[in-house]
């Protein structure tokens, strides 16, 4: 009898380890119109792209509880609109962070200064991120800076796109990246297939070309927007070039905080698509 046991306790820690040992997760947190991101890698390698406006601070911070997240190792501010960074002092300031990656962009806001002085506090100085930058992750997940390649006037064109790869997937992040700026990373990076794109600019027609949608063809795309929010996103002519790709949409402003999974061969969700 106690053979037995054993040897099913043997199975069952195998299993358990078996099933964490190669998974990489992406959340899109649920905060409104606005942006927050967290990629964990299978190194348990943990990553914030953006915090969402100034209200979103308990939001996050109850989320990144739910997965058990205690530090940080790269914080991401896309570009320094407040629905972006609004939280990011308040997330600094809680935990235990070691880099954080800025555009070479400065503002007179608030939230920027927030930043900023988060950062001075805990002894954090922040790193510009430009198109060409190269970060390994683990050994085989590389994160790849496309935009921006200079500074521009408008916070949105300075907006860090990045391209995540993960062995045979691709995860392409864009912040509030422009029309422009897709044409440019078009003309600059081979992105013929993206299995999964975040959608830039909250769903807004000012990006998403049909062009670049065509182009990098994505099987999944994420939309971070408020319910029922002022400016009417997605625009009717972003989900119209995103229904020419047959790509699955996914809102958060329908279907709340999004979660899905890569072991490096497929990517998974709990989720259905929603238009």
């Known amino acids: 009898m106690k053979r037995l046991i054993c040897l099913t306790f043997i199975i069952i ?12 997760s992406v959340h899109v947190i649920d905060v409104g119109q606005g942006d927050s991101i967290l990629i964990q890698t299978p190194n348990q390698t943990n990553i914030l792209v953006d915090g969402g406006d100034e209200d979103s601070s308990l939001i996050i911070k109850k989320f990144l509880k739910s997965k058990k997240v205690k530090n940080i190792d790269l914080v991401i501010a896309t570009h320094p609109d407040t629905d972006h960074i609004g939280s990011l002092d308040a997330i600094i300031n809680k935990f235990d962070i070691s880099k954080v990656y800025l555009p070479n962009k400065e503002t007179t806001s608030d939230a920027y200064y927030n930043l900023i002085k988060s950062c001075n506090k805990k002894n954090i100085h922040p790193q510009f991120l430009e198109k060409g930058n190269i970060i390994n992750l683990d ?5 790849t800076v496309l935009n921006p390649s200079y500074t521009h006037l408008d916070n949105n064109s300075n907006s860090i796109v990045f391209k995540l790869d993960y062995d045979k997937k691709s995860f392409l992040f864009t912040g509030d990246c422009t029309l422009e700026n897709e044409q440019e990373i078009l003309n600059s990076f081979n992105l013929n297939h993206i299995d999964f794109l975040k959608v830039a600019h909250h769903g807004s027609k000012n990006s998403s070309s049909e062009n670049f949608i065509n182009t990098i063809s994505p099987h999944v795309a994420v939309v971070s927007c408020g319910y029922d929010n002022e400016y009417g996103h997605p625009h009717k002519e972003t989900l119209l070039n995103f229904s020419k790709t047959n790509t699955k949409v996914y809102r958060t402003d329908k279907q709340g905080h999004l979660s899905f999974f890569s072991d490096g061969n497929t990517i998974t969700t709990s989720s259905p698509p929603k238009e």
Do not use: A, E, F, Q
């Open 139 to 143: 050994n085989n997940i590389k994160l």
């Open 13 to 24: 820690t195998l299993l358990v380890g078996c099933g964490k040992k190669t998974l990489l």
